[in-house]
């Protein structure tokens, strides 16, 4: 538990010469150094305890004892000066003596202690494992010189890694753009809009590749149907360049993207991701509302999430002109769409008048001229009706037959 992570700290110090390492490079020393007093001091600690427990309650020779807490203590002086020369030196060979002499003194502490080691001998044990760790805290002294001595080659292998890595990785890259050059190459008009989508958003909008993929997505034969069905798919965010792609502003369109939009507007986002989503579509919205589309319910949820970002970023000019110019848009886009539904009476009332017309050319114009200017209710100014009564209703019903009954609303008597 503490043994691997300190080790693995020493061992994965930064590559590269510390007298010119980076600022970057210095932060990482810093957390390496941190980790090893991290998982360093609290291993050191059980060791010593385990020793202490040997020598209490296991079979430890009493000569052994004060040794054995002598190289307890060399052993962590010793790893602890190995692991700044094995930094310094950029690696090498000395990272042995970290590695080992832990799990030796830790050995030797469970060898006393344990019952299953009752047959060996105390002396001969102690002997082996205080030699071997004096040995070893001794070796690290040649062990650090050598590795120091070698720090030039130990950069130069750590270049020759580093542009072995990035060799291979630009090949890959290489590799791969090759391919996706070679997939953008065999679209053609019969591909999906969905293909041309994805590099359209993979390139910047003043490349030229960017220009070519807008003019294949411009070709596709089933653009109009295809934009919808990614608009039913909830892929709104990859057509944030809907507008460019030649289409028309057909109902079905404009419907799709209006649920679409709702459902942005509506997103589990925070707030601020949400409300830049939305901004990306601004030109899509003008686009569409310039067409005459009814995005009222799109256009209401956006300007919603919008309102809850302006709530806490009181006075944001950004916000606060983004909200604007939706409102604008949600009147830009109904006043016209109104107009239009209101046009679609013109040519019924038209008819209506017409029939009136061979209605006043038929028998009731002898009625129409019966009727005299006196008034409804009495006093002056006013008017009232004189003459037959059951002959003045019956051209009524004709009058509301012509004007009322062929209007695209419900029938309503006089």
């Known amino acids: 538990m503490l043994y691997v992570p300190m080790v693995g700290a020493i061992y994965g110090s930064p590559e590269g010469d510390p007298a010119i390492s980076s600022g970057e490079a210095n932060y990482s020393l810093g957390w390496i150094e941190f980790w090893e007093m991290l998982f360093g001091v609290p291993l050191w600690f059980a060791v010593g305890g385990l020793l202490v427990s040997a020598a209490r309650s296991g079979r430890m020779p009493v000569w052994a004892r004060g040794w054995s807490m002598i190289l307890h203590i060399a052993a962590a002086i010793t790893v602890w000066a190995v692991a700044q020369v094995y930094i310094d030196a950029d690696g090498g060979v000395s990272v042995i003596v ?166 942005l507007a509506a997103s589990d986002e925070f707030d601020w991701n949400a409300g830049e989503h939305l901004e990306y579509q601004l030109p899509n919205i003008k686009f569409l509302a310039a067409g005459h589309c009814d995005l009222d319910a799109g256009l209401t949820a956006a300007q919603a999430r919008v309102n809850k970002i302006i709530a806490v970023n009181q006075g944001n000019e950004r916000w606060t002109g983004f909200l604007a110019t939706l409102i604008q848009l949600n009147r830009k886009g109904q006043g016209p769409l109104r107009a239009a539904r209101l046009g679609e009476l013109v040519a019924p009332v038209e008819r209506g008048l017409v029939a009136l017309a061979e209605v006043a050319s038929g028998d009731g114009v002898a009625l129409f001229e019966e009727v005299v200017d006196v008034g409804l209710r009495p006093g002056p100014g006013l008017r009232r009706v004189i003459g037959d009564g059951d002959e003045l209703v019956a051209v009524g019903d004709q009058v509301e037959e012509a004007l009322v009954g062929r209007l695209p609303f419900m029938r309503v008597a006089l």
């Open 98 to 263: 970290p590695a080992l002499l832990p799990p030796l003194i830790a050995g030797y502490a469970a060898t006393m202690r344990l019952p299953a080691f009752e047959l060996l001998s105390p002396n001969r044990v102690s002997q082996v494992a205080l030699v071997a760790g004096g040995t070893i805290i001794v070796a690290a002294i040649p062990l650090g010189f050598f590795d120091l001595h070698d720090l030039p080659a130990h950069v130069a292998a750590d270049a020759a890694r580093l542009d072995a890595r990035i060799a291979k990785e630009q090949a890959a890259s290489d590799k791969a753009r090759a391919e996706e050059e070679a997939r953008f190459k065999a679209l053609t008009p019969d591909s999906p809009l969905s293909d041309y989508v994805h590099y359209v958003n993979s390139t910047e909008g003043t490349d030229p590749e960017h220009a070519t993929a807008l003019a294949g997505a411009r070709l596709v034969k089933t653009r109009q149907n295809d934009a919808i069905e990614m608009l039913d798919q909830g892929e709104i965010n990859r057509l944030r360049e809907l507008w460019e792609f030649d289409l028309e502003a057909t109902p079905t369109l404009c419907a799709a993207y209006d649920h679409a939009l709702q459902k």
